[in-house]
């Protein structure tokens, strides 16, 4: 079975302030991983994913992800924090080999301070 | 490339009327679409998906006969709330997907439907 775990539902940085947003996974096959982005009363974008490849993955908007197997983990970060990057965070697994059949985490709400 | 539309944005109903939401890839033939719940604060859980032609596949605990949702079309599917309630009243979500050559069939969603039943 495939889960997610978001670690702090919600996360409060300064403007230009490093972002760290944590996500653990489980999963009993090698995963897919992606990070999606949520403006209110808005769809998911995709931020970026992880299939196969290199571990450090880059994404729009100036986020990466580092998948790390040994930890079980896919954390989110961007190096300084901007205004815009207010929003809603999901962490998401796949086991597929193609995104069906996404596992959400529950989510992590950013606020950036000005 | 790859933009997924839902109709209506946004809807009120009254208690026992039923509702029908569709959802439509813009550019792309999608063979699996999926549909979402979304509340408050709180995660997407999957409802349902489904294959052009076939019948959905529900979750459990979804209720097939309340939330109907066919798959007419590579470009539409549609999500009827029947005898909606108020505790019905939730985002949701669809998303699409289509066999990609990398071998990751991503998921493209659409912008959500608030429904709010009185």
């Known amino acids: 079975a495939q889960s997610v775990t978001q670690l702090g539902s919600h996360v409060s940085v300064s403007e230009g302030a490093l972002v760290l947003l944590r996500c653990n996974y489980s999963?009993?096959?090698?995963?897919?991983l992606f990070w999606y982005v949520q403006y209110p009363n808005q769809g998911l974008q995709l931020l970026l994913k992880?299939?196969?490849?290199?571990?450090l993955v880059k994404g729009i908007n100036g986020f990466e992800a580092e998948f790390k197997k040994s930890e079980t983990s896919f954390h989110l970060t961007k190096p300084s924090a901007h205004m815009s990057d207010a929003a809603e965070y999901f962490c998401?697994?796949?086991?597929?080999?193609?995104?069906?059949?996404?596992?959400f985490g529950t989510g992590t709400r950013l606020t950036v301070i000005p | 490339g790859a933009v997924v539309s839902q109709h209506p944005s946004r809807v009120i109903c009254k208690s026992g009327t039923s509702v029908k939401i569709e959802c439509r890839s813009l550019?792309?033939?999608?063979?699996?679409m999926f549909w979402y719940r979304q509340f408050p604060k709180k995660s997407l859980m999957l409802m349902a998906t489904?294959?052009?032609?076939?019948?959905?596949?529900?979750e459990q605990g979804v209720e097939k006969d309340k939330f109907l949702i066919n798959h007419a079309s590579l470009t539409l599917s549609t999500l009827t709330v029947t005898s909606a309630h108020p505790e019905d009243s939730s985002f949701y979500i669809c998303?699409?997907?289509?066999?990609?050559?990398?071998?990751?069939?991503?998921?493209?969603f659409g912008p959500g439907t608030r429904l709010t039943v009185l």
């Open positions: 998303s699409a997907s289509h066999a990609g050559t990398s071998g990751s069939n991503e998921q493209f």
């Open positions: 999963s009993s096959v090698p995963p897919y």
């Open positions: 992880y299939t196969t490849g290199a571990t």
């Open positions: 998401a697994v796949s086991d597929w080999g193609g995104a069906n059949n996404l596992f």
């Open positions: 550019d792309f033939q999608a063979t699996t």
């Open positions: 489904s294959n052009e032609g076939s019948k959905a596949t529900y």
